[in-house]
């Protein structure tokens, strides 16, 4: 059974923090990563993928990979409270099928 | 804008109706999607297409059929609505890549 796994949060960080997401998967065969962005009552966005072991950095986010232990975070710096969304991670499956997490709820407190 | 768009938004209907979403997209993208999005289960899939009548069951198919005739279009239908389907519909397009995301459709079955 291919997981990926999230924790389900709420994960609450001051304005101008850095917030940090985390994902674990299963299926070592993965090798492309993404995360969505989710606000309520909207559909899934994509933020950023990730394909190669370290870091890849798009303005104030930033996505990293490491392979050897299945991780993937997402790090977001000086979060803002249009920040606060629902996160979901997915890995990419030999069939290009996306297996998704569960999310992680956000909240940026001003 | 992504060109991607689901119809209808909103619906109402009785249990034991068979009802039919619609997503249609300009992209002429490959790899089409249908999930149902329900609070505390993320994004379950229910069936999902990788050509014009090329389709396969996902995680949550039972009640479920598809059909896609057309690239640009992939049918949802509900057999016989329960509650049970109430839920959020979300409809997704893929080249292979990551996937975007329609803007979904709220049924509701009383």
């Known amino acids: 059974q291919k997981e990926v796994e999230q924790n389900s949060g709420p994960l609450s960080v001051p304005e101008g923090a850095i917030a940090s997401l985390n994902c674990t998967y299963s299926?070592?065969?993965?090798?492309?990563f993404f995360w969505y962005r989710q606000y309520s009552g909207k559909s899934p966005e994509l933020i950023m993928f990730?394909?190669s072991n370290g870091d890849k950095e798009d303005g104030r986010f930033t996505a990293q990979l490491n392979k050897a232990s299945q991780y993937v975070s997402l790090l977001i710096r000086d979060s803002q409270p249009s920040d606060s969304a629902t996160y979901l991670c997915?890995?990419?499956?030999?069939?290009?099928?996306?297996?998704w997490g569960a999310g992680t709820k956000l909240i940026i407190k001003p | 804008d992504a060109g991607i768009t689901q119809s209808p938004r909103h619906k109402v209907t009785e249990t034991g109706t068979p009802v039919t979403l619609r997503c249609h997209q300009t992209e002429n993208h490959r790899y089409m999607y249908w999930y149902r999005q329900d609070p505390g289960h993320g994004l379950r899939l229910i069936h999902y297409?990788?050509?014009?009548?090329?389709?396969d069951k996902g995680e949550v198919s039972d009640g479920y059929s598809v059909s896609r005739s057309k690239t640009e279009d992939f049918l949802l239908t509900l057999e016989s609505a329960t509650s049970s389907q109430t839920s959020v519909y979300f409809c997704a397009i893929s080249d292979g890549g990551g996937y975007t995301f329609g803007s979904g459709t709220r049924l509701t079955v009383v």
């Open positions: 997915a890995a990419q499956d030999s069939n290009y099928q996306l297996i």
């Open positions: 299926d070592r065969g993965s090798q492309s």
């Open positions: 990730i394909y």
């Open positions: 297409s990788y050509g014009v009548k090329d389709t």
